[in-house]
């Protein structure tokens, strides 16, 4: 598939997307410079999320609509998305931005007008969020424009990513990516659960990659290691500025370290392939080869005592070594003297 001009499968690079999120802090100069930042850092691309507290959830002070159990504990879900949300005013200069920088952009979407007021910004991809893969009706009409699909599996258990996976190749949209994700801010190391990025591309016959909240670089390159195609981090300027994303996103210098990283990790993957590299054929020279190691006469039989695999490996391949023993010499040979078959018979 491709996403503006970046071409992802199962050989290309792997795709790495700096999630701006709500690290703006509710300034429009401070996203500008974010994303002059992952460019700098070495990002691919650039994502924002495309919601209103009104189009996310409900203005309501009842228990359900309290967070618990999170980072953000105690406040009420439309502040927060209040606080967090990219003004929609923004988006068209946000997406100006990244294309000056030379990044790919474009957002998740959190209900159908989201997604009609992205599609006229002809973006180029659409990402469902982890909490949103059970929303159907949003898989269904988001899968329906036809463009790459890129669906976070946070919550979900295996029949729901099924019916996410079932909901857009129904929508004729085979264009879908399943990141590897665990919703915790940050998430613990030990529950990446990184088997799972090989696991779901088997199960569900798609790329896979990697959504990240946990601190640091290993995850994704252990991700990158298992066949993860993107890998999406969360970016913030500086995470003094503070923000409701802020302890759980990486600076520039962090996010530069992870992309240096990755591609290194990409590297030493290599490819599936038993030709030897130009310095690993002139490495051979240092295996092993039969030598004389004793003085032999012509007309003498050849013992253990005449021959030896030694380094280096100029000679006779020792798989030639039993053949060898036994024959009779044809030549006088001194120690050091390479072996070769028509000199015996």
């Known amino acids: 598939m491709r996403i503006g001009n970046f071409e992802v499968n199962k050989t290309s690079p792997v ?3 700096a999630e701006l999120s709500a690290n703006h802090n509710g300034s429009i100069e401070t996203a500008i410079e974010t994303i002059k930042a992952a460019k700098r850092a ?3 691309c650039i994502k924002l999320q495309t919601y209103t507290a009104d189009t996310i959830t409900l203005d309501s002070d009842k228990e359900d ?4 159990g999170t980072i953000w504990d105690g406040r009420r879900l439309h502040e927060l998305y209040q606080e967090a949300y990219t003004p929609w005013e923004w988006h068209a200069q946000l997406f100006e931005a990244a294309q000056n920088e030379g990044l790919i952009c474009f957002s998740s979407p959190f209900d159908f007008s989201a997604v009609d007021f992205l599609e006229t910004l002809d973006v180029p991809a659409y990402k469902i969020a982890s909490f949103e893969i059970t929303d159907i009706p949003l898989i269904r009409y988001t899968a329906s424009k036809g463009k790459p699909i890129i669906i976070s599996t946070g919550i979900a258990e295996y029949d729901d990513i099924a019916l996410a996976v ?3 190749r129904d929508a004729g949209n085979d264009q879908i990516v399943l990141l590897k994700c665990t919703s915790s801010y ?3 190391i030990e529950e990446a659960n990184m088997r799972m990025v090989e696991q779901i591309a088997k199960d569900f016959n798609v790329m896979t990659g990697l959504s990240d909240h946990t601190m640091g670089s290993i995850v994704p390159i252990v991700a990158v290691s298992l066949g993860a195609k993107i890998i999406e981090k969360h970016f913030i300027l500086d995470r003094s500025i503070g923000g409701p994303d802020a302890s759980f996103s990486m600076n520039e210098q962090e996010f530069k370290e992870m992309v240096d990283q990755v591609r290194m990790a990409e590297k030493a993957l290599g490819i599936v392939d038993y030709k030897l590299t130009p310095k690993q054929e002139a490495g051979k020279v240092f295996s092993r ?9 012509a007309g003498e ?3 253990e005592n005449h021959i030896r695999s030694v380094r280096p490996g100029y000679s006779l391949h020792p798989k030639y070594y039993s053949e060898i023993l036994g024959k009779r010499a044809l030549k006088d040979f001194t120690p050091g003297d390479r072996v070769k078959k028509e000199d015996f018979e």
């Open 301 to 303: 039989l050849v013992t």
């Open 42 to 44: 070495g990002a691919d």
């Open 186 to 188: 940050p998430a613990p």
């Open 65 to 68: 609509f309290l967070i618990k």
């Open 289 to 297: 080869s039969l030598y004389i190691s004793q003085n032999l006469k």
């Open 166 to 168: 079932k909901t857009c």
């Open 15 to 17: 795709f790495i997307i």
